[in-house]
């Protein structure tokens, strides 16, 4: 109960959003937009619950005019099946939403037509939330499956071309389809701004990434991936190969044979600590 009560604690409502409460007020649209807030805040619930459970640090959960976002203050080295969960969390919630009006509306407790704006609003918020676009939950299922395989940088950078191109398409649709659908184009104006914002922030992001790595809470990393470095290759090049999930010896060598092995902390400190931002991977090894 407690936890329900900080979570509670955590919502926050954008100025904008009570102006847009104030004009449903007056055209008599209030139910609805009641409706859409309520299904909203059920899935931001979602994700902060989920990431609640993994003792998450969690900033807050606010509600806008056009959606919602839980904001978490976590940088990327959480294990990826936690983030999965946290992430699918939202999305889930309207399943119970679903069958729980159904179940109403089946013994005459709800509306027939408010069961179908609920159906149809419950649809909406769950299929959008699922283009593969920043920082939609689709966006960051995206980032997780690209992070399998990809260093952090290499996936964030390639997540944010792929939204890039999804949201471009989805434009060019709703400018053939409903050019005059202003809720909408608000919609992917502020997703463009974020996708900007996010594109102009990747270095910082990926230094937090990688400060959190070091001086943060270690997390038991079990995923052994050794990253193979030529002696001559500079430490920040070698930190940029860096994943999530997985934990790297580094593994240095010198005309294709082994010449020795450093273990990822070994390279946060000299960047982090030392200061010693254009050495080598050479130098490191001899200095430990």
């Known amino acids: 109960m407690n936890r329900v009560l900080y979570l509670f604690r955590l919502i926050t409502i954008h100025p904008l959003l009570w102006i847009v409460i104030g004009l449903s007020i007056v055209t008599a649209h209030f139910l609805e937009v009641c409706l859409l807030l309520g299904i909203i805040l059920i899935h931001e619930m979602g994700h902060a619950a989920a990431a609640s459970f993994f003792s998450w640090r969690i900033k807050k959960i ?28 939202g ?16 013994v005459n407790l709800m509306p027939e037509d408010l069961f179908q704006l609920f159906l149809s609003y419950n649809l909406m918020i769950l299929v959008f939330n699922f283009f593969p676009v920043w920082p939609l939950d689709g966006g960051k299922l995206v980032f997780l499956l690209l992070s399998l395989k990809s ?3 290499n996936a964030h950078r390639l997540t944010l071309i792929l939204s890039w191109v999804s949201l471009s398409i989805f434009s060019l649709i709703i400018a053939i ?30 230094m937090r990434f990688l400060l959190e790595r070091y001086y943060g809470k270690k997390s038991n990393l079990r995923t052994l991936k050794p990253i193979e470095a030529n002696e001559e290759e500079l430490l920040i090049h070698v930190l940029e190969k860096f994943q999530r999930g997985c934990k790297h010896p580094i593994i240095v060598e010198a ?30 090894l001899f200095s430990y």
């Open 62 to 89: 606010t509600l806008l005019p056009f959606g919602g976002v839980a904001e978490m203050d976590e940088h990327g080295n959480r294990p990826l099946r936690e983030e999965t969960i946290v992430v699918l969390a």
């Open 91 to 106: 999305p889930l919630q309207h399943l119970w939403m679903v069958a729980l009006a159904y179940g109403l509306v089946s």
């Open 151 to 153: 260093s952090f940088p």
């Open 177 to 206: 389809a409903a050019p005059t659908h202003i809720n909408v184009w608000v919609i992917i104006g502020f997703l463009y701004f974020s996708l900007y914002h996010e594109w102009k922030q990747r270095r910082f992001i990926f």
């Open 255 to 284: 005309d294709g044979k082994e010449k020795g092995m450093l273990d990822e902390n070994e390279l946060l400190h000299a960047y982090f600590t030392e200061k010693r931002l254009t050495d080598k991977i050479s130098d490191l």
